[in-house]
């Protein structure tokens, strides 16, 4: 196992999943805490009740990633090169051991620093178990039947002759100074000798870095040619086409404009005929109304002096007709006014005749009543004289 293989994860954050290619899982609470490296980079690992903002969390690649990121590099047992982030000052770029160091030296007056370095504690000392017993340890596997796996573990024999280490010699009250600048010098070649094993590193270390920079370029410069090419290729591709469509175009709107120049001249030449035509049967037409017209005079010159003669006399009866009627309707209206003017004289007459007969009763009455009578006589005889 490469350590390099795609995982199914999803993300706490974007609830991606699938194969992230770069993840962030948390040491302490495994995959429930899981980030895939857009959200872990925008600084959305947000802490909870189990999940703390110091728990370490762990990068993973997978092998596009991995090469992206470390070109020419190798896993660190079994671990990417730079795998945590310090989450007390956000640096970048440790080893679970480095970040260990990197705590005790920078921050270990923090709150959380104890916490953080025991959990560090236990990842490497657990990190060191594993790795010893992986070379104390071979499994065999073999496939004994169809669907099934037997595995054989087989412990290492203890190694024979391996040096124990024994305890320095504590130095009596009477040590001389030669011995004191033995150990002195012996104390100064092994510092020399490391600083060299130091350098040795570093100077590994900086010949990967530029071999890794190198590969990178390398691999940049050639993605940089091939996507080149690949547009130069596409755009002469897209240049044919467009030559090709574009000449196509041309050659359909030649043969189009052929038809319509062929068209209008049809049309041109059919309606040349059809004014010919027209004019032709104007011409006619002319000539027929003027036939028409003459043989309608020459009707209505005869019809005239016919109509005439009988309209004058028709309206002579009607003349007479009228006259007639109206010395009727005269003579109507005088009879029933000389009617009337008889009944309102003869009203007139009866009304005088009443009044006179009722004067001469009032005459009568006067002449026979007492002339003594008192006024309350009078009044009555007046009232019955009314």
Do not use: W
Not at 52 to 78: C, I, R, S, T
Not at 143 to 148: F, H
Not at 332 to 351: M, S, V, W
């Amino acid at each position: 196992m490469s350590g390099l293989e795609p995982v199914e994860r999803t993300c706490l954050s974007c609830a991606a999943h699938g194969d992230l290619g770069r993840r962030y899982e948390c040491t302490v609470c495994g995959e429930a805490v899981t980030y895939c490296g857009e959200c872990y980079d925008q600084g959305k690992n947000q802490p909870t009740r189990e999940h703390k903002y110091y728990h370490p969390m762990k990068a993973f690649y997978n092998q596009y990633q991995f090469d992206l990121f470390f070109l020419g590099e190798e896993l660190v047992n079994g671990e990417a090169p730079q795998s945590y982030k310090c989450p007390f000052c956000d640096e970048h770029g440790f080893t679970a051991e480095e970040l260990q160091v990197h705590v005790q030296d920078k921050h270990n007056e923090n709150a959380d620093a104890k916490a953080l370095l025991d959990i560090l504690e236990q990842m490497n000392s657990q990190k060191s178990k594993d790795t010893a017993t992986q070379k104390s340890t071979e499994i065999r596997c073999q496939e004994k039947s169809r669907g099934g796996l037997s595995y054989e573990v087989i412990l290492a024999e203890p190694a024979p002759n391996v040096a124990v280490p024994k305890r320095p010699v504590t130095p009596g009250k009477n040590v001389s100074v030669e011995e004191i600048e033995q150990k002195l010098k012996a104390a100064e070649e092994r510092r020399i000798s490391l600083e060299a094993k130091k350098m040795a590193d570093i100077s590994n270390k900086l010949a990967k870095v530029e071999e890794a920079t190198r590969k990178k370029d390398e691999i940049t410069n050639e993605f940089i040619t091939q996507t080149k090419e690949q547009l130069e290729s596409k755009m002469e591709l897209h240049v044919e086409k467009r030559e090709a469509i574009i000449s196509d175009m041309k050659e359909k709107l030649k043969i189009h404009a052929q038809e319509i120049e062929k068209t209008r001249e049809t049309l041109e030449q059919q309606k040349v005929n059809e004014q010919k035509a027209i004019e032709e049967k104007l011409k006619t037409a002319q000539t027929l109304r003027d036939e028409n017209i003459k043989k309608m005079l020459n009707r209505l010159k005869e019809h005239n002096t016919i109509k005439i003669a009988e309209i004058k006399s028709q309206v002579d009866q009607l003349e007479s007709q009228k006259l007639e009627e109206k010395a009727r309707i005269i003579e109507n209206k005088l009879y029933t006014a000389e009617q009337n003017r008889e009944k309102e004289l003869q009203k007139k007459i009866e009304k005088v005749q009443k009044l006179e007969r009722r004067a001469e009763l009032v005459r009568q009455n006067k002449a026979q009543a007492p002339q003594t009578q008192d006024l309350d006589g009078q009044q009555n005889v007046i009232a019955s004289s009314g």
